[in-house]
Each structure stands twice: as structure tokens, then as C-alpha cells.
């Protein structure tokens, strides 16, 4: 396994698709597409309306984070702009978790399981992962197909405090290991 400090902060391109790991400069696109309620709603550590001064303190962590190989999270780009983020974070071991969002006037086009089968195939092959993890709140059936297309198998479901709604959900729970996607080297 390839150690984290090793891994350099490189851009992973897709056919449609440009991942570039993400900095504080990021913080106000980030701010502008978890302003709808559509997107942040379903997001389970997400504050709504957004904070900004909470935006911008978390993504002046990541250059740290992926130095240390707690998390490597990417600004998802698609022609000139910022249409999302695509992460694995909660890295322990060989173990990580899957997250993504888009702004709403990019979903249906495939671009959440084309960033993340990249990303997939970034933390197994590059970083060394063999296990991934993924939710999805029970009323996110997009979501949930993302995964599936994945390769990721349901394994449970439990109820989760989402901070966005305020209220507790119910979360649908997925696992993946490197031997059983497409996106394994
Ligand atoms: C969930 C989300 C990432 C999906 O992004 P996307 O780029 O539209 O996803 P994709 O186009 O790759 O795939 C969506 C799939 O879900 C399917 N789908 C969409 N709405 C659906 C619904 N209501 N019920 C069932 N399936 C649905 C689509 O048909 C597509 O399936 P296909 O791959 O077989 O064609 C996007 O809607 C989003 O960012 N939502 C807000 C944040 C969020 O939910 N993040 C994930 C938190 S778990």
C-alpha cells in the first residue's frame, strides 16, 4: 500500500469529467449549490440554510486531510465550472466512505456514478483501500442506483440525526470491497 503522504494531489479525468482535489477556494461554489434544499437535504452532515464560515473552515482542512490520508475529496469540474464534490473520507485502515453531490441542474446525466467509479478507482488502486462504505437517505432512490451501478450490495439500514432536516432518517447502508467492481486494478 502505497503510504498517504506519498500520493500526490493530482487530477483524475474522465471522459466528461475533471476531478481536481479540492482547496479553500472552492468554499463559495460549494456554498452556492448546498443553498437548495434539494441538494442539502439529502446531504447527512449538512447544515441548512448553508453556514459560509463552516463551508470555508472545512475545505481549508482538506489539503491537510489528504496529507495525512484521512480524506481525499475532489472539486468535480464539467467544462469550465464547479458542478460538485465527490469525496472518500472516515478513512481508517484500509477502510473509507463513499460521498457525492451535484448541483441540481447537473443530475440525470450520469455524472455522479462517472465521478465516482474515477474516485473508486483512484482509492483502490493509488491509495491502497480495499473496502468502501455508503448511505443514502430511504427517500434518495437516485442515490441508491448510483451505488448499485457501483458494484456497492445494501447491508442495512439504520436511523440517522440528519442536521439539515432536523430530524432523524432512515439511512440506507452499502458496502463495497476491491475485488467485487469493475472500477478494481
Ligand atoms: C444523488 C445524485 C448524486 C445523483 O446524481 P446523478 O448524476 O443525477 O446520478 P446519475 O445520473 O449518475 O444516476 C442517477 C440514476 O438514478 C436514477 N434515478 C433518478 N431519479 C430516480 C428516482 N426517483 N427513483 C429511482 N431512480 C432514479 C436515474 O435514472 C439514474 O439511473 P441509471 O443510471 O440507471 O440511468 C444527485 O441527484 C445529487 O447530487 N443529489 C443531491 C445530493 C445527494 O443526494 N447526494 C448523495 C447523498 S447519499
Request: glycine letters at 10%; proline letters at 4%.
Amino acid at each position: 500500500m502505497t503510504t498517504a503522504r506519498s500520493i500526490p494531489r493530482s487530477t483524475i479525468e474522465t471522459a466528461r469529467l475533471r476531478l481536481r482535489p479540492t482547496s479553500a477556494a472552492d468554499a463559495r461554489r460549494a456554498f452556492e449549490i448546498q443553498s437548495d434544499w434539494n441538494v442539502t437535504r439529502m446531504l447527512s452532515n449538512a447544515c441548512y440554510p448553508p453556514n459560509a464560515h463552516d463551508i470555508e473552515s472545512w475545505f481549508s482542512s482538506h489539503e491537510r486531510e489528504w496529507a495525512e490520508g484521512t480524506a481525499y475529496r475532489f472539486a468535480i469540474e464539467q467544462g469550465e465550472g464547479v458542478i460538485g464534490v465527490v469525496d472518500v473520507d472516515g478513512i481508517a485502515g484500509s477502510n473509507g466512505s463513499l460521498g457525492y453531490w451535484l448541483e441540481s441542474p447537473s443530475w440525470g446525466k450520469g455524472y455522479a456514478f462517472e465521478a465516482a467509479q474515477a474516485l473508486i478507482g483512484f482509492v483502490f488502486s493509488e491509495v491502497g483501500l480495499l473496502t468502501l462504505e455508503s448511505g443514502h437517505a430511504a427517500d434518495n432512490p437516485a442515490s441508491g442506483r448510483v451505488l448499485t451501478r457501483l458494484g456497492f450490495t445494501p447491508i442495512a439500514s439504520r436511523e440517522l440525526f440528519s442536521r439539515a432536516r432536523r430530524e432523524t432518517i432512515v439511512q440506507c447502508c452499502y458496502t463495497l470491497g476491491r475485488g467485487s467492481t469493475l472500477c478494481s486494478q
